[in-house]
Nanobody
Framework: QVQLVESGGGSVQPGGSLRLSCAAS????????MGWYRQAPGTERDLVAR???????YYADSVKGRFTISRDNAKNTVYLQMSSLKPEDTAVYYC???????????????WGEGTLVTVSS
């Protein structure tokens, strides 16, 4: 199976920065898209940022201008650079890859286990 391993979460003061990383391992034929989602207590999981195979990106309005998604295709890794962090950014952050695996003709979703980001003074 494809496995996603996240790192970079932690506690930071408002205005600070963090960079999250998510690396995929396993049998991968092609990665169609990579994305970051977050879920705060009592809320639904929402899309934060996404990058597709051609390089186009999407950002939620709440993070535009503050967060940047990037990737290293050779390492099957996606990053989320978070700057000017606010308390409302506090959440568990999940990475998700849309992956085509050998022997399967369609794309499948694989999720990381989540990493906690806490923004407080």
């Amino acid at each position: 199976q494809v496995q996603l391993v996240e790192s970079g979460g932690g506690s930071v003061q408002p205005g600070g920065s963090l960079r999250l990383s998510c690396a995929a391992s396993g049998s991968i034929f092609r990665i169609n898209a990579m994305g970051w989602y977050r879920q705060a207590p009592g809320t639904e999981r929402d899309l934060v940022a996404r990058i597709i195979s051609g390089g186009s990106t999407y950002y939620a309005d709440s993070v535009k201008g503050r967060f940047t998604i990037s990737r290293d295709n050779a390492k099957n890794t996606v990053y989320l650079q978070m700057s000017s962090l606010k308390p409302e950014d506090t959440a568990v952050y999940y990475c998700k890859f849309d992956v085509v695996v050998p022997g399967i003709t369609w794309s499948q979703e694989f999720w990381g286990e989540g990493t906690l980001v806490t923004v407080s003074s």
